[in-house]
């Protein structure tokens, strides 16, 4: 009797939070990012993982793990709360940073960090003789803000000839995408279904692309964090800042084309306290040390922004990640920055006036109706009656705040 082995599958886990920034919602702190390397680094030595990246991109701090537990483990996802909690009361609350532990909303660990807070991306796969692997995380906006992107590099043959030349793509990919607001999943194949795909993820606050798997065999492809941190909280807390993990080449989109996707700098929503619309910018790293495996994020800085999203490229070898390489580090993409700049300035000038600022259903979690429930309307026609009575009565339109939250 012959055995056959198969190889194990690898796991690759994102999880994310904001547990502070310097100053205000910026950067995050260089200690953070030491200690949450350390503790992984202790990780790896005890077999729990194999190996890891911590990155930020602005007050965003990602923990990048590869093991081979699957999804959903309440081991990795504990490790990732137990980092967040500690780096949070060692740190962030010592060093008063702004925001500090805003991100986890709940006080104790329930086996997975999902409802808890922090964004999560995660795939099991088979790896393939080759596995080229982007990490995205941005910053100042929301999931949706990925749903362009993703549709580009998946289903616009525009943006990726391979949908055209490519045999092993030319049948399309399946996508997943979740209604946030009423817990349902949409199934949807490109290239027949994808005016009822635009038809839903142009509506980037609620219908979010989460997962996409190439058609022919069903291997995923990418994955994208869902959660809405304001959904969970009941207020707004601060913006959701995505993470996603995308596979490259060999029968699924090229590295360049899954980088193209980003070259346009498109409109996204969060920016500014949440409340604002702007270009999300393809922004570099400040620098990578491969020896304490840290990678130093943009800031985030006009208007607290603009939004910015970053690279990362991985090669990953049995569950080991060679790299990473900042992918946005390149004379090709200055222009895409100086896009978003320009874009940046124009759009700054609309000031509190939409489409700048977010639609009313957007500002809801928001301080903004605490600030407009103070006003006084009155009737069209009772005014019209007493016009000149209610011109020359004074008005008074105060409002005592207790308090801003840490995400404004």
Same mark, same amino acid.
């Given at each position: 009797m012959q055995l056959i082995f198969m190889a194990p599958k690898t796991t690759v886990s994102v999880i994310k939070a904001d547990i502070g920034g310097i100053p205000g919602h910026a950067w995050v702190h260089p200690k953070i990012l030491e200690y949450a390397s350390s503790r992984l680094r202790e990780a790896v030595k005890s077999g729990l993982i194999i190996d890891y990246y911590v990155f930020n991109v602005g007050?965003?701090?990602?923990?990048?793990?590869?093991?081979?537990?699957?999804?959903?483990?309440?081991?990795?996802?504990?490790?990732?709360?137990?980092?967040?909690?500690?780096?949070?009361e060692n740190y962030a609350k010592k060093f008063k940073l702004y925001g500090a532990g805003q991100d986890l909303l709940k006080d104790s660990f329930s086996g997975n960090v999902r409802g808890l807070g922090p964004q999560v991306a995660e795939m099991e796969f088979e790896e393939r003789p080759s596995e080229p692997l982007i990490v995205?995380?941005?910053?100042?906006?929301?999931?949706?803000?990925?749903?362009?992107?993703?549709?580009?590099?998946?289903?616009?043959?525009?943006?990726?000839?391979?949908?055209?030349?490519?045999?092993?793509?030319?049948?399309?990919?399946?996508?997943?995408i979740i209604d946030v607001y009423e817990g349902k999943v949409y199934?949807?194949?490109?290239?027949?279904?994808?005016?009822?795909?635009?038809?839903?993820?142009?509506?980037?606050?609620?219908?979010? =692309?989460?997962?996409? !798997?190439?058609?022919? *065999?069903?291997?995923? &492809?990418? @994955?994208?964090?869902?959660?809405? +941190?304001?959904? =969970?909280?009941?207020? !707004?807390?601060?913006? *959701?800042?995505?993470? &996603?993990? @995308?596979?490259?080449?060999?029968? +699924?989109?090229?590295?360049?084309?899954?980088?193209?996707?980003?070259?346009?700098?498109?409109?996204?929503e969060g920016w500014m306290r949440g409340s604002h619309t702007g270009p999300l910018m393809p922004a570099k790293f400040v620098s990578i040390d491969p020896a304490n495996k840290i990678a130093m994020g943009p800031k985030m800085t006009r208007f607290d922004g603009p939004p910015k999203v970053g690279a990362l490229g991985f090669q990953l070898h049995d569950?080991?990640?060679?790299?990473?390489?900042?992918?946005?580090?390149?004379?090709?993409?200055?222009?895409?920055?100086?896009?978003?700049?320009?874009?940046?300035?124009?759009?700054?000038?609309?000031?509190?006036?939409?489409?700048h600022r977010l639609p009313p259903e957007e500002m809801e979690y928001t301080t903004l109706p605490q600030l407009l429930s103070v006003l006084?309307?009155?009737?069209?026609?009772?005014?019209?009656?007493?016009?000149?009575?209610?011109?020359?009565?004074?008005?008074?339109?105060?409002?005592s705040v207790t308090g801003g939250g840490s995400g404004d």
């Open positions: 007050d965003d701090m990602s923990l990048l793990m590869t093991h081979n537990k699957g999804i959903d483990n309440p081991e990795i996802h504990g490790l990732a709360w137990s980092i967040f909690k500690e780096a949070t995205f995380a941005a910053d100042k906006t929301e999931p949706g803000a990925f749903n362009l992107p993703m549709y580009k590099i998946f289903a616009d043959p525009f943006n990726t000839a391979g949908l055209v030349i490519d045999p092993q793509m030319h049948g399309g990919f399946r996508f997943e199934l949807l194949d490109a290239p027949e279904h994808i005016y009822s795909i635009l038809g839903l993820i142009g509506t980037p606050g609620r219908y979010i =692309i989460r997962r996409i !798997y190439r058609r022919s *065999d069903l291997t995923q &492809a990418a @994955v994208v964090s869902v959660e809405r +941190l304001n959904l =969970i909280a009941g207020r !707004y807390v601060g913006k *959701d800042d995505p993470v &996603a993990i @995308v596979r490259a080449q060999h029968g +699924l989109p090229a590295v360049g084309e899954v980088l193209e996707a980003f070259a346009l700098p498109h409109l996204v569950g080991y990640l060679e790299g990473p390489v900042d992918l946005f580090d390149d004379p090709a993409f200055d222009f895409s920055r100086q896009v978003a700049a320009f874009i940046t300035d124009y759009i700054r000038r609309m000031g509190p006036i939409m489409p006084k309307p009155i009737p069209v026609e009772e005014y019209e009656r007493n016009r000149m009575k209610y011109l020359s009565e004074k008005v008074t339109a105060t409002v």
